[in-house]
C-alpha cells in the first residue's frame, strides 16, 4: 500500500476525533519516528509522554517476545509470576504506598483512584484544579477543566469543583469534611507546563490530612523519570495518598495503575476491576521498562538533558517568547503569540512537538534523546522563532 491509500483509508474511516497528519508512519528507533519513504523524524512528544524510553525499545519487544509465547491474559484473581515481580518492583519505588490496582489507561485509573477516595471517606467531593487534565471517561473528565472537552458531554459527575493551582488560600477554603479527595498533577501538563509550588503541595497535604480528605497525585505524564525523578512529587518533601501512573509504565504497551497508601481503605471483593488489568504481556513489558530506567538511569539523563535544553532554549534571543518553564525533559515555551504556525514550521522541519493551547509549545521528548539531536531541535526552534528568520514560519 502506498502512503496516500493509507491516508485515504483512515479519513473515511476515521471518528472524526482525530486531526490526520499528512505522512504514514510505520517504525521507530529510540527518539527518531520513520515514514513510510524513510524520512526521520524527531519525535518531541512521546506519543504525549509514552515513549520516555524511546521508540522499540529492544528490552521491550524482547520481554513481549518472551512472554507471549508462555501467557498473553490472566484475570488478577489468579495469581502471576509477572504481575507479582511488578507489584513489588512499583511499590517499592514509594516506600509508604504498597497496594496497587492494574488498568489499562491513564484515565482508568483517575476513575479508579477517584472511586477509591469516596469508598475509603464516604463522602463525594471532589476538589481538581483549573487548567488541569486527568482524562476522558466521565470521573475523570468532571475533573479535567477545559470547557472543550467537557461542555458537550454535560451533565458531568456532581460534587466536583475546581480551585486555581499554586493558589493555598483558595485551597484551604474548599477543602472541607465533604470533601473525599483533592486531585492534583505536581506539574500540569495538558494546561501548559505550570510546576506546584512546594508551598503549595505541603499546604494540600495538610489541609488533607487535618480534614480526613485524601489527596491523589495523578503522575501520568509527569511519571517514570520524565521530570528528572522516578515521579514528580518527589522533587518535594511530601507523599500523596494515592499516585496515578499510566503512559510510560511499560515502555509503550497499553497500561495503568493507581499506587494506594495506608489511609486509602473499604476494599472488598468484586467492589471495582478491570478484565485486562494486571495481565501478564503488560507487566512483563512493565518489568523490563522498569528495569531499563534502572539501567540507562533515565531519571538522570531526563535532569542533565533537561538542564541542557532549558539553557539553550534560554539563550534564544527572541521577543516572542513570553516564558519557557520546565523540569526534566518536560519543558513549555509560552509564546506572546499563537502557536500554530510554528508548530507547522517545525513540522516541516521533521520536527514533532505538541502544543498545550493556543500559545505554548509542549516539549516531551524521548529521555534518550541525544545531545546532538537536542542541538538540531534547538536550531530549529532557533530558525522558526527567532525574528528575521520567522517569516519560514509562513
Ligand atoms: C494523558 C493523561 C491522562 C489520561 O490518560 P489516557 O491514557 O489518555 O486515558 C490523565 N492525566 C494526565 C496528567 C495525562 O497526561
Given amino acids: 500500500m502506498k502512503p496516500s491509500n493509507i491516508i485515504e483509508i483512515e479519513s473515511k474511516h476515521t471518528s472524526g476525533l482525530y486531526k490526520k497528519q499528512p505522512f504514514v508512519i510505520v517504525r521507530g528507533e529510540a527518539a527518531l519516528l520513520f515514514d513510510m519513504e524513510g524520512n526521520s523524524y524527531l519525535d518531541c512528544t512521546s506519543g504525549h509522554g509514552v515513549a520516555n524510553l524511546g521508540h522499540a525499545h529492544p528490552k521491550i519487544a524482547e520481554a513481549l517476545a518472551k512472554q507471549s509465547t508462555k501467557l498473553i491474559t490472566l484475570f488478577e484473581t489468579f495469581p502471576n509470576d509477572q504481575r507479582a515481580m511488578l507489584m513489588s518492583k512499583i511499590t517499592s519505588l514509594v516506600p509508604d504506598l504498597e497496594r496497587v490496582f492494574f488498568c489499562n489507561s491513564g484515565t482508568e485509573a483517575v476513575e479508579a483512584a477517584l472511586k477509591f477516595s469516596r469508598l475509603s471517606t464516604g463522602r463525594s467531593g471532589i476538589i481538581a484544579s483549573m ?45 472541607t469534611d465533604q470533601t473525599a479527595a483533592v486531585l492534583l498533577e505536581v506539574v500540569q501538563g495538558e494546561g501548559g507546563i505550570y510546576l506546584a509550588n512546594p508551598e503549595y503541595l505541603e499546604a494540600a497535604r495538610r489541609f488533607c490530612t487535618e480534614r480526613g480528605t485524601l489527596l491523589i497525585f495523578d503522575e501520568i505524564q509527569t511519571g517514570f523519570c520524565r521530570t528528572g525523578k522516578m515521579f514528580a512529587f518527589q522533587h518535594y518533601d511530601i507523599t500523596p495518598d494515592m499516585i496515578c501512573v499510566a503512559k510510560s509504565l511499560a515502555g509503550g504497551v497499553p497500561i495503568g ?88 514550521a517545525l513540522q516541516d522541519r521533521r520536527i514533532l512537538a505538541l502544543n498545550a493551547g493556543l500559545s505554548i509549545i509542549r516539549l516531551l521528548p524521548p529521555l534518550v534523546i541525544t545531545y546532538e539531536q537536542i542541538d538540531m531541535l534547538v536550531d530549529a526552534l532557533s530558525d522558526v522563532l527567532v525574528p528575521g528568520q520567522h517569516e519560514n514560519a509562513g
Avoid at 458531554?153 to 485551597?171: A, G, K, Q, T, W
Avoid at 495506608?262 to 507487566?283: E, R, Y
Fill in 257 to 344: 495503575a493507581v499506587l494506594i497508601g495506608p489511609s486509602v481503605q473499604g476494599f472488598s471483593v468484586g467492589l471495582h476491576g478491570s478484565t485486562f488489568g494486571g495481565n501478564p504481556l503488560a507487566c512483563a513489558a512493565a518489568n523490563a521498562a522498569l528495569q531499563v530506567m534502572e539501567d540507562e538511569d533515565l531519571a538522570r539523563q531526563a535532569e542533565e538533558k533537561g538542564e541542557y535544553l532549558m539553557d539553550k532554549l534560554n539563550e534564544l534571543n527572541t521577543p516572542i517568547i513570553r516564558e519557557i518553564r520546565g523540569l526534566g525533559l518536560m519543558i513549555g515555551i509560552e509564546l506572546k503569540q499563537k502557536v500554530a504556525p510554528f508548530m507547522k
Fill in 131 to 175: 487548567r488541569g487534565f486527568h482524562g476522558r471517561t466521565m470521573g475523570a473528565l468532571s475533573a479535567t477543566w477545559n470547557k472543550h472537552y467537557r461542555e458537550a458531554f454535560e451533565p458531568l459527575v456532581p460534587e466536583y469543583s475546581h480551585v486555581p493551582f499554586n493558589n493555598i488560600d483558595r485551597l484551604d477554603g474548599a477543602v
